[in-house]
């Protein structure tokens, strides 16, 4: 089994945003970053669906962790390579010069060249929160696809995919080559099962912590580098951003006498009801 | 907000902002690392920490572990989180790659410790007390007990402890009475009985490692006839596992580190106890002597971890509980406002601030001259590394203890009549923290180690390097702006110090050694208040340029500069009077009578 894994580093949400003078962009400057929580699921997934689940593992498959944007990304995929990932390949480019339309039409390159059995795929990145790049790249590449997957189970051929929806759970039966979204709970013990993997067996909670040997090794894996040209010519930009604002300040809130103050406040001031 | 145990945003600024650690890297022992595997190592321990360990905490010092049949039982949790905890790597880390380890800093693996400790002092205290046990071995065994017990020890397939206290030898371990009688088969047969054991016995693996400290049949009285040994709780026959007759007698019930349980514990009552010899006969204190600072600084880290997790649990109370109005604003319909708003409370975040911030700072710089001392390239840079190292391992010992354990109260104080009870974490840190000062060495003992051979060692040329080194730090200070007066007040505690060691060291010379230790504990307390200082000062410099470069960072240069603005004026003033107390002869204690109590 070889699954490819699109990584995005993303600014810390604890950060406090700020809006650049110019108001076109949002400052980046000074901020901490981390790798998007959803693509770490991924990650964890992808792992789990390439291991035995014995102790020690073993590991039954490849993993490729890919990401588009400039030198520094290379410590986000360092950090894979060191929680078990086994190759990497950076996709050279300035945030600025993408979006979600640009980044699919990168991967899909990559997946062509590739041929994983899955891509498997944060749900949506915390930064833009936009949850476009999975589908355009499943679009693209004419693959089945699955959205924020909360259990994976391989099966011959494919992989069988549950989904949490209003009112219930959804399963789809997917062909490999596909491409899968996952959501939070795809890190719960028991939610992702190799064919290998015994049925009795629960991953620990969460993903999981680069050993200090893994990190000495992860020096050594290999990380290809690309250009965008090499791998998304000819393709535009189709999103601008012409304007960032702040939210505007919250104001203070007032107290209310009595519950009738309140019904007629939120019908005449608030009209919400 | 979750509890972070220890902030992240002040360790890189430790490491990269003060310390510069990354030029460590430059050293050939250090050469296959780089800011990016000490990022990787860092963020394995914080994510390890918060997630795992923290989570464990609460219900392992709820349900201490206990004795069943004979046989101790730690926590179900500890099952799960023992194997996790090795698969890290983090037993060996710092240690070379000829045994398996990965050659990671001391000043990277202090502050990695430092998070797995805040998260879980108990579960850190067994991979802890493993790493030391292996260690000793390392450096003193024979091949074939690094292949039988170093080894495996390292691979977290068994644990280690430090097995020296005796009922009637504790701080003085010359007094240990264990004995071992050499056998035709190259081993010794051992009986005795230790006590308070840490991790002693326990039902995560299937064997355990006791390095201790006994006396061989004939051997000298005294510290001189003291040997170190290996002593399994099963030893290898046939590559089988066969109890090798050491019996746990009891589990010590205590108010603290309740995940980690201290045993008493007897070997040979049968007459079947086989130990092996570490090192050379007779040797065995020196041998623990020659790991001394490693282990003291492990116990400052469970110290400043500890009341680490306590000030940012206190910190987020205090921005959550509202009570009471400011002084000026009295009107009862207005809404209460959060007790961080009060100035009093703000005082008591503020000390536990510089205290623990002071602390970590310190153990880290000492990681940093560990590190210098055992590989910088040049004999002299190693040697006054050395110096400063050996200087400040009992302050960076007792002060995250003593001070620790004050910051500690007060974050029972700031959480009000909530912290006193169980159903907030505050009192159970306050209590794990009580330990730092008694064991490995308690608070008075450190107190002699400085004062009586610290200080004295070498004609003064510690505490020479020390003023050196303060000098420079007001330097550099002054020329990054910080208000000059810190600086001059810090270098004023210095002179005071080497005038006080000066005077009590005419003392000792003259003969007069109850005179000259009779202080030690007000001296160590000087001394405390100034090396914190000293970091607190580097930290000052470093928080300065921070801003400049980083003015959108200003909350958090703000914050060191006024911790250091906290500490330099309220804790330097008092070296003056600590130091003319210790010069005084002030002889209450000394003339007071058993009798008059
Ligand atoms: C929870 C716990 C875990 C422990 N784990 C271990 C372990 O894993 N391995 C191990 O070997 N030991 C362990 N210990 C033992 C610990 O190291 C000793 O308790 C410590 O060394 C002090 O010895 P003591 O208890 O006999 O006190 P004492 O030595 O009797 O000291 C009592 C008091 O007298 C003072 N005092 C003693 N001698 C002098 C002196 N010469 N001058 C001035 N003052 C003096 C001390 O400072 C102290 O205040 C542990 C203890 C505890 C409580």
Redesign the interface.
């Known amino acids: 089994m070889k699954i490819l894994v699109p990584l995005k580093r993303v600014a810390d949400p604890d950060n406090a945003n ?1 809006v650049k003078p110019t108001a076109d962009k949002v400052d980046t ?2 901020l ?1 970053w981390k790798i998007n929580p959803f693509d770490e699921y991924a990650l964890e997934s992808a792992l789990r669906l390439t291991e035995d689940g014995k ?1 020690p593992k073993k590991r039954l498959g490849e993993v490729i962790v890919v990401t588009v944007g400039p030198k520094e990304t290379e ?1 986000t995929l ?2 894979a390579l ?1 929680t078990g990932a086994d190759r990497a390949i950076r996709v050279d480019a300035e945030d600025d010069a993408l979006d979600g339309r640009m980044v699919a039409k990168a991967l899909q390159s990559i997946v062509e060249a590739e041929k994983p059995d899955i891509v498997l795929m944060g749900k949506q990145a915390v930064d833009g929160d936009t949850n476009q790049v999975g589908q355009i790249l499943a679009e693209r590449l004419d693959y089945p696809m699955a959205t924020f997957a909360a259990t994976i189970q391989e099966e011959d051929g494919g992989v069988l995919v549950s989904r949490e929806v209003d009112g219930g759970v959804c399963w789809l039966r997917l062909k490999n080559p596909c491409v899968v979204t996952v959501d939070l709970r795809i890190v719960a013990p028991e939610s992702v099962y190799s064919l290998k993997t015994d049925k009795s067996f629960k991953h ?1 909670d ?2 999981r ?8 090794k ?2 050594k894996k290999p990380l290809d580098v690309k250009t965008l040209g090499d791998v998304a010519a000819g393709t535009e930009l189709t999103a601008k951003y012409s304007k960032f604002e702040p939210p505007p300040q919250r104001a203070a809130g007032v107290k209310v006498a009595d519950v009738a103050e309140l019904v007629q406040k939120l019908a005449t001031e608030a009209k919400v009801i | 907000m979750p509890n972070p145990l220890i902030d992240d945003r002040f360790v890189d600024f430790l490491l990269y902002e003060v310390l510069h650690a990354e030029r460590l890297c430059e050293l050939d022992h250090f050469s296959e690392h780089s800011r990016e595997t000490f990022d990787m190592a860092m963020a394995t321990s914080r994510g390890f920490a918060r997630d795992v360990l923290y989570p464990a905490y609460k219900p392992m010092d709820e349900a201490a572990a206990h004795l069943d049949n004979g046989c101790v039982r730690v926590h179900p949790l500890m099952h799960e989180i023992f194997p996790r905890m090795v698969e890290l790597g983090i037993v060996n880390g710092t240690r070379p790659e000829s045994v398996g380890g990965l050659q990671l800093p001391m000043t990277i693996a202090t502050l990695t410790g430092g998070y797995l400790m805040a998260g879980n002092l108990s579960a850190f205290g067994y991979l802890g007390l493993t790493a030391g046990a292996a260690r000793l071995i390392e450096s003193f065994g024979s091949d074939e007990l690094k292949r039988t017990y170093m080894d495996r020890m390292y691979a977290g397939e068994w644990t280690g402890t430090m097995a020296l206290t005796e009922p009637q030898a504790g701080s003085s371990l010359t007094d240990v009475k264990t004995s071992a009688t050499p056998t035709m088969d190259g081993h010794y047969l051992i009986k005795g009985s230790k006590v308070f054991i840490s991790g002693g016995d326990q039902d995560l693996t299937d064997n355990i490692v006791h390095l201790t400290l006994g006396r061989i049949d004939g051997a000298p009285a005294g510290i001189k006839g003291v040997s170190l040994f290996a002593i399994p709780k099963n030893r290898l026959e046939n590559s089988k596992l066969v109890p090798n007759d050491c019996s746990t007698v009891g589990v010590f019930h205590k108010i603290g580190w309740r995940g980690l349980p201290s045993i008493a514990l007897n070997f040979g009552e049968e007459g079947d106890c086989h130990g092996w010899l570490v090192g050379e006969p007779h040797r065995g204190i020196r041998h623990m002597f020659q790991m001394m600072n490693e282990a003291r600084l492990m116990v400052g880290m469970n110290g400043a971890a500890t009341a680490s997790v306590a000030y940012h649990e206190a910190v987020d109370y205090a921005q959550n509980r509202p009570q009471g109005r400011g002084f000026t604003d009295r009107d009862p319909s207005t809404p209460q406002i959060p007790i961080i708003k009060h100035a009093d409370v703000r005082r008591m975040l503020l000390r536990q601030k510089a205290i623990v911030e002071g602390a970590i700072a310190l153990l880290a710089a000492a990681g940093m001259y560990f590190d210098i001392s055992e590989h910088a390239p040049s004999e002299e840079e190693r040697h006054r590394a050395w110096l400063l190292l050996e200087l400040l391992t009992p302050i960076a010992k007792s002060f995250p203890a003593e001070k620790g354990f004050e910051a500690n109260a007060l974050a029972v104080q700031v959480h009000g009549g909530y912290g006193y009870t169980s159903e907030y974490m505050p009192e159970s840190w306050l209590r794990d923290q009580k330990l730092n000062s008694i064991h490995e060495g308690t608070t008075g003992m450190q107190s002699m180690d400085l004062l009586g051979r610290k200080v004295v060692q070498e004609g003064g040329a510690a505490l020479r390097a020390l003023a050196e080194e303060i000098t420079e730090t007001s330097r550099r200070a002054r020329e990054a702006g910080v208000p000059e007066e810190l600086g001059s007040k810090l270098e004023g505690g210095m002179t005071a110090i080497g005038a006080v060691t000066m005077h009590l060291g005419e003392l000792g010379m003259n003969g007069d050694i109850d005179g000259m230790m009779l202080h030690s504990v007000d001296y160590l307390e000087m001394f405390m208040a100034v090396v914190v200082g000293w970091q607190w000062l580097q930290m000052a410099t470093a928080a300065k340029k921070g801003l400049e470069k980083h003015p959108e960072k200003a909350d958090f240069y703000e914050g060191k500069l006024c911790a250091a603005q906290y500490w330099i004026n309220t804790e330097i003033p008092r070296v003056g009077a600590l130091a003319a107390l210790c010069r005084s002869g002030e002889d209450s204690y000394a003339r007071m009578q058993p009798d008059w109590f």
């Open positions: 700020k400057s000074g901490e102790a410590t360092r950090s060191a620990n969460g993903v912590f680069a050993a200090l040997p893994a990190i000495m992860a020096k």
